[in-house]
Nanobody, 127 residues
Framework: QVQLVESGGGSVQAGGSLRLSCTAS????????MGWFRQAPGKEREGVAA????????YYLDSVKGRFTISEGNAKNTLYLQMNSLKTEDTAMYYC????????????????????WGQGTQVTASS
């Protein structure tokens, strides 16, 4: 089992920045791929970014490329999502998720491929 807890959400003006954190506990090495997802009201959950643990490949939703950066902490039990130049359309609940296989096995952006989920943290960017 892996437990995931997100933090760092909040309200900012469009153009601002936030850094989300996800702290993992339990059998964290059961999840070689970690991802960030988001869900806005009335919309389906979508994959934002993913990373293969241990300095592996990273993957991004096209609309966040160049603005968001996914990374691991030095302690390897922490996942980050640095979000710059936030837009109003980035407003959503953001979730951290863990996958039992590496990101290259199957579609990293599909939420059904992830086994472990955090409770979410709200991000609001206003104009």
């Amino acid at each position: 089992q892996v437990q995931l807890v997100e933090s760092g959400g909040g309200s900012v003006q469009a153009g601002g920045s936030l850094r989300l954190s996800c702290t993992a506990s339990g059998h964290i090495y059961d999840t070689p791929c970690m991802g960030w997802f988001r869900q806005a009201p009335g919309k389906e959950r979508e994959g934002v970014a993913a990373i293969n643990r241990g300095g592996g490949s990273t993957y991004y939703l096209d609309s966040v490329k160049g603005r968001f950066t996914i990374s691991e902490g030095n302690a390897k039990n922490t996942l980050y999502l640095q979000m710059n130049s936030l837009k109003t359309e980035d407003t959503a609940m953001y979730y951290c998720a863990g996958k039992l296989y590496d990101c290259d096995t199957g579609a990293w952006w599909q939420d059904g491929r992830y086994t472990y989920w955090g409770q979410g943290t709200q991000v609001t960017a206003s104009s």
